[in-house]
């Protein structure tokens, strides 16, 4: 019986020995705190580091703080790089957070820890607690309320506010304004530098999360961890490593690219049971998008073009250029171009006729058919040609033209140009233009001779060699001319080697003429006509004088003798 009640007292004692240790494995967890980092002193970035853990690589100047949970335990928190080497001794306890700035910009190698407050609040509010580390005056306003004024060196208590209330801060002109999301906590910091002055915060975006983390709940709840961006198999894994079971679907989404999470259920920091499933869902991208073909609006009215386009889903822009061939106010072309297919919403041009411009009409003098029919072509004329009736040589060259060289003209219009006739006939054109620069060209007169020119009346002249071809082309400058009647003089050798002189009367201005005056017309040789008859006359009485002189002379003689005689007598 003894042996009895022994052997149950030791299995008794085993048995409770058995139930602590079962129990304290049971009980057993990680101790950790919670350390955001701010760099409020280095314009450079830096690395914070506690410890061996590392809280932050390349932490920019005044930007929003990065945070880590940790061990507990005790931590020396560097930031080194950049213009700083800064470091603070700090404890983190189990349950607790905090957040570490640098420098503040008044000692550059002092960094200060902050107490976070890790009390759960109420659904729908936010908290915020604001430092100002400046040397300035520092005004902050929650929502609507008057601005509260911040000294340097001091801060305002823990606020809890209801959630998206807005917190503004403005430090010598620099503001920001902080979003205060449900659930979230965020410790804001003035900061500054020798140059200038920054405003930033450590948030925490969920205060269920945190405490989730660093202050487990009963054993056997898991909190939801934050996937939503996330490549999908990073999020599976997430969720796989906080015990939780992930469940996947896929649909498009315009905004997130294909692969990443869009959504989750239940959402970051909810605390479930292990094993709980979570529902993600996962980007394919967006849907292919829908294409269109473009309608054909050319030689529509820009009004009813636009709404045909518009209504097919196009974004419609126009602009204006001038067209021979398509009347003012309809639609030349699109670009895209009337067919092509694409996106819908796609922009379209639609080019819009401002009707013929004006241009000037160029000088064809000498060109052949194909020359001139290009050079009327691009200033955007028509040509029509001539040929002399008699003579016809389609091989000829432009030896006048209407209108003339340099008349401003609408575009479109037509340039009606004279061919040279057959290169055996001498031909000349005479044309004078708007500023009375008259050119005057021929043809068929024989090559390698020299044609000489004058404008009778005037000092006015000109030689011109003709060329290979019989052609040969001359221009006087009229503009100081002002007599009444003016010809024009042309002397030259014929291709049959014939004389060829011609007079013409010179055109007026902005015409041309190819027809020989029939007016005879003497150069001027600076002694007049009449002259020259007076001149005539005086040379015919002197010879008459002779004349009789010497026949005189020999009728006296006889009848000297007889008289001689009879005074004898």
Do not use: C, H
């Not at 409770?16 to 760099?39: C, E, H, P, S």
């Amino acid at each position: 019986m003894k042996s009895l009640t022994r052997f149950a007292l030791v299995l008794a004692m085993v048995g409770a020995l058995f139930a602590t240790v079962i129990a304290t494995a049971g009980a057993q967890q990680v101790d950790l705190g919670y350390l955001a980092a701010v760099n409020g002193a280095s314009t450079g970035p830096v690395t914070v580091a506690a410890g061996t853990e590392k809280i932050a690589d390349g932490l920019e100047y005044g930007t929003d703080g990065v945070g880590k949970t940790l061990p507990a335990g005790t931590y020396d928190v560097a930031f080194t790089g950049g213009t700083i080497d800064s470091a603070v001794s700090i404890e983190a306890a189990v349950g607790s957070a905090q957040t570490v700035v640098s420098g503040f910009g008044v000692d550059p190698d002092t960094a200060l820890a902050y107490p976070i407050d890790v009390v759960a609040i109420d659904d729908g509010m936010a908290k915020v607690t604001f430092w100002n580390a400046t040397g300035a005056t520092v005004l902050v306003a929650f929502g609507t309320e008057a601005p509260v004024e911040v000294q340097p060196g001091e801060g305002l208590p823990t606020a809890i506010v209801p959630a998206n209330t807005p917190m503004t801060i403005d430090v010598d002109g620099i503001a920001r304004e902080i979003a205060t999301p449900p659930d979230s906590y965020t410790d804001v910091f003035a900061v500054s530098d020798t140059q200038e002055a920054m405003i930033a915060a450590s948030v925490v975006k969920s205060m269920t999360e945190l405490i989730a983390q660093i202050a487990p709940g009963p054993p056997g709840d898991v909190a939801v961890p934050d996937v939503v961006g996330l490549r999908q198999a990073d999020a599976d894994s997430a969720i796989k490593d906080a015990g939780l079971a992930p469940e996947i679907t896929e649909a498009p989404d315009d905004v997130v690219p294909s692969g990443d999470v869009v959504s989750q259920d239940p959402d970051e920091g909810t605390m479930v049971a292990a094993g709980t499933k979570v529902n993600i869902v996962v980007s394919t991208g967006p849907d292919a998008p829908t294409t269109v073909l473009v309608p054909d609006v050319t030689g529509e009215p820009k009004a009813d073009a636009q709404a045909i386009l518009e209504g097919e889903g196009f974004v419609v822009t126009a602009s204006e250029q001038p067209s021979v061939d398509v009347e003012a106010g309809l639609v030349v072309s699109t670009n895209p171009a009337a067919g092509t297919e694409v996106v819908q919403g796609t922009s379209v041009e639609m080019t819009v006729s401002s009707g013929p411009s004006d241009v000037v009409v160029p000088d064809l003098s000498g060109m052949t058919v194909d020359e001139a029919t290009t050079a009327v072509g691009t200033a955007g004329l028509t040509i029509t040609f001539l040929e002399d009736s008699d003579n016809p040589d389609p091989e000829g060259v432009v030896i006048g033209q209407d209108p003339v060289p340099g008349t401003t003209v609408e575009g479109g219009s037509e340039v009606v140009a004279q061919l040279s006739p057959d290169l055996g006939v001498p031909w000349v054109i005479v044309i004078l233009d708007q500023n009375r620069l008259m050119t005057v060209t021929g043809i068929g007169l024989l090559p390698g001779s020299t044609v000489q020119l004058s404008v009778v009346g005037t000092d006015l002249t000109e030689s011109v060699a003709v060329q290979d071809d019989g052609a040969w082309s001359v221009k006087f400058d009229l503009s100081d001319v002002d007599n009444d009647t003016e010809f024009l003089l042309v002397e030259g050798t014929a291709s049959d080697t014939s004389a060829y002189e011609a007079t013409f009367e010179i055109p007026a201005a902005g015409s041309s003429t190819d027809e020989p005056t029939d007016e005879v017309v003497e150069a001027d040789s600076g002694f007049p006509l009449w002259a020259w008859i007076l001149l005539g006359l005086a040379i015919i009485a002197i010879v008459l004088l002779v004349v009789r002189m010497v026949t005189g002379s020999s009728g006296d003689s006889p009848d000297s003798t007889d008289a001689e005689s009879s005074d004898n007598s």
